[in-house]
């Protein structure tokens, strides 16, 4: 049975859904993907929602005369290729992925999840991040979504979004205020990147390690005027802390913390993670500690400014995209391939087919897609946002993703996504069924019965993914 005609059009049309899409090199001198199966792809007109005015229907034409010939359609400008890789022969991939970046809680509360899931099952699941940069600056951009409101509040989100780097997590981009680029020209799509990365670029790096393996930045440390249980102060438990909230921000430090929004601002000295927020509340944090001197050399100065003459700070470079609202268009994948991306997740292909790449005439290298794969009898696209819009349970959603990831593994390892938000729709329990897919992965699938499903199976980041993928 396939995906419902009725749920997946209310899913596609209220995300805007392409079939267009965007890649670039992963390595320099990685293998160029097989060209023999080429098949011709025409990015498709968005879904409209019920609300929307029809359009005039495409076999239509302007004279009712049967002697004029209707126009003939464009040539398709992208071009699909096989992607050359044998999932087969390896792992089962997994990628798990969040859309945004405001809340503090999140960015804590999943490197947390994947620490704990390296302790019980022995491997780390990496997650990818697409961020928006409004978040990132206090300047009034354009944006959907708002931005930062306090240079504190931009220090630690960035600290978070680095440590998550250095506990092997990858960060994407989800541009710069979530705004719906279906109608954006090439020019159009340019600019959003370039804003995108004048914010991000020299902020974000690789990790950096000191003699003893220990990361050298983010450094959080406790406030030096918190007094005991306070917000800032060092804790190890909740039972160390006034409100009970005890929070690792990372393997060796944690903070006590407390509940904060619009109406309840947090102390001198910390950050609201959701400042704007009225009913919902995230959490205070202190800016980690500036300078930072690594052997002798300036990294960040007092203001956290990166030092831009540093030997040791090698910028992380964003490689992924996924477009808000997944409006998607060839303009687009143009755009991303004169940024050398290395791949595009905004598009959704239903049945599931293994990634692929997508050129265009003018491009020198493919773009590689990592669909969203909504798997047959599936209530929606495997996101958060789409269950929501289906009324769908908690408990369907879980049966859905353990069922795909069933199907993926015995259709010869072919890799599966979800791509969930940084928000706590259903209540979070849409959130739970996320670490509980998660964690089902990493422990090899097991039934009520200790039997493993998936033995070889893993949970990576797209860049993993993709830098598999061009592998033969």
Known sequence: ??????????SLACLGLF???????????????????????????PALSSAAPAEPSASASPSAS???EPPSPPPPLLAKQRAPHDYAKGPFYFTPAYDGSLRFSLWLGTMAFARRMEARHGQRPHFTFFVNGAFYTTEKVESDVGHATTRAEVLVRRA?????????HEIGNHGMGHLDGRAFDLAGWAAELDRFHTTMDFTLFEPVTDADGRFVFPRFEALADAPAGGTGAACKTDDDCDSRRCVALTAESSLCTEPCNLKRRCPKGTACGAPMFREDTDLCLPPPAFPVVHEGELLFDARGNANPKSKRLRPYR??????????????????????????DTSQATSPPEPPYFLATPSMKRPILELALMPHPGALAVPMDYNYRLEKGSPERMKAD???AIEASYGDGHRPWNVGHHFATWGE??????????????????PDEHGERHCPEARAVSFRELAKTTREP
């Open 401 to 403: 993703y353990r069922a």
């Open 1 to 10: 049975m396939s995906l419902g005609a009725g749920a997946r059009a209310a």
């Open 66 to 68: 049967a002697s004029v």
């Open 19 to 45: 079939l267009g899409c965007d890649r670039r090199e992963l390595q320099q001198g990685a293998p160029e993907p097989a060209t023999t199966p080429v098949t011709p792809v025409t990015t498709a007109q």
């Open 318 to 343: 964003i490689v992924g995209f996924r477009a808000p609202y997944l409006g998607a268009n060839d303009a687009l994948y143009e755009a991303l391939a004169a940024r050398e991306y290395v791949y």
């Open 428 to 445: 979070g329990t849409y959130l739970t069924v996320l670490e509980d897919t998660v964690e089902h992965v990493v422990a090899g699938c």
């Open 160 to 168: 978070l979004t680095q440590q998550a780097i250095n506990e092997g």
